[in-house]
């Protein structure tokens, strides 16, 4: 073998586990949540934004919430139930003032990712909606996901146990 060869042969290699690598580690399936089995949808952090939110002590977080694009569809053409494969991901950060300006609130440590995934079928007990909650992409314990359909339910079936409303 000439050294040429093994040159290209260490390029090549070099190449490959540059290529190889990151897509083993991207493609690693998120752990999915207990009860339902929903994880964290790939690609959610480019979905369109339904509606902002923002929670006093003690949580003191701001929240955002985002849909894919059967979410987006369902919310402008006012569908209720919304139908199967809305996704809807609920993002939460502790709520910090600006130190650039101080009257504004920002977002600093992300505490939460919340997914809501629709099944009419598969989630029937819980209103057609699968729930995952997730800190640094690890889901939750099982007792925290008994607790979410409770709450959208006591408070908005009358919107398909959604509470954001998409902002004006
Ligand atoms: C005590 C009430 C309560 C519980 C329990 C609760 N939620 Fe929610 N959830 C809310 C409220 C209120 C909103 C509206 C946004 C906001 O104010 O933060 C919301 C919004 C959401 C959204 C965005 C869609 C929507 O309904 O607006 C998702 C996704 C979500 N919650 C997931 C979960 C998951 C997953 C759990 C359980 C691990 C859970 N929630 C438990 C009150 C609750």
Request: hydrophobic share 45%; proline share 7%; charged share 15%.
């Amino acid at each position: 073998m000439t050294l040429k060869s093994l040159g290209l042969i260490t390029v090549a290699a070099i190449c490959l586990a540059a290529a190889v690598v990151p897509a083993l580690v991207a493609g690693q399936p998120g752990r999915a949540s207990p009860i339902y089995g929903v994880t964290v949808p790939e690609g959610y952090r480019q979905w369109q934004m339904i509606g902002v939110a923002e929670e006093a002590e003690p949580l003191n977080e701001l929240r955002a919430v985002l849909g894919n694009a059967t979410a987006i569809d369902a919310y402008r053409t006012k569908q209720l139930p919304f139908p199967d494969g809305t996704v809807l991901v609920k993002l939460a950060w502790k709520r910090v003032q600006s130190t650039e300006f101080e009257p504004a609130s920002v977002p600093s440590a992300a505490t939460t990712v919340q997914v809501m995934v629709k099944d009419a079928n598969k989630y029937a007990a819980t209103g057609g909606w699968g729930f995952g909650r997730f800190v640094n992409g690890e889901p939750v314990d099982e007792a925290q996901h008994q607790t979410c359909f409770a709450c959208h339910q006591a408070r908005v079936s009358g919107h398909d146990y959604v509470f954001t409303r998409y902002a004006p």
